[in-house]
């Protein structure tokens, strides 16, 4: 039996699970994050402006700090700006930190620039 070559073999299928798994997750949290965005673009018009505010500190006490306003109001962002059926195939693909850099282009032509070039290059944040 050759030791290394198990133990390599091993490690080396953790590491392929390992980055399933964070892309399975990545891509859960993109589409959450969209939906919680549509959710709170649609109760704005409901029930006032400060809608993000008021959830935030509920959500801040019932599942953790990182729903603060920002982050709130980041989800809400990404619904507005990419809910066309140009981007809704991109959505899925892209990273959520990927759509943190783009959102503040604000031109549209940018943004699918880069969100292309992310996907056909594999950038992270820092390349991107």
């Known amino acids: 039996m050759n ?3 198990e133990i390599k073999n091993k490690l080396i299928d953790n590491e392929i699970y390992e980055r399933v ?15 919680v965005g549509k959710l709170l673009s649609e109760a704005g ?3 006032g402006k400060d809608i993000i505010g008021e959830y935030s500190k ?3 006490i019932e599942v953790g700090k990182k729903y603060n306003d920002r982050t709130l109001r980041s989800m809400r962002q990404l619904y ?8 809704k195939p991109l959505v899925s693909k892209l990273s959520w930190t990927t ?3 783009l959102m503040p282009l604000k031109d549209n032509n940018k943004m699918y620039y880069y969100a292309n070039q992310s996907l056909i290059n594999n950038l992270s944040k820092r390349q991107l």
């Open 58 to 60: 509920k959500l801040i």
């Open 99 to 101: 759509f943190l850099v």
């Open 21 to 35: 798994n964070d892309y399975l997750k990545e891509r859960s949290r993109v589409n959450t994050y969209f939906e």
């Open 45 to 47: 018009k409901c029930y």
């Open 3 to 5: 030791y290394y070559n």
């Open 80 to 87: 507005i700006m990419f809910n066309d059926e140009i981007w």
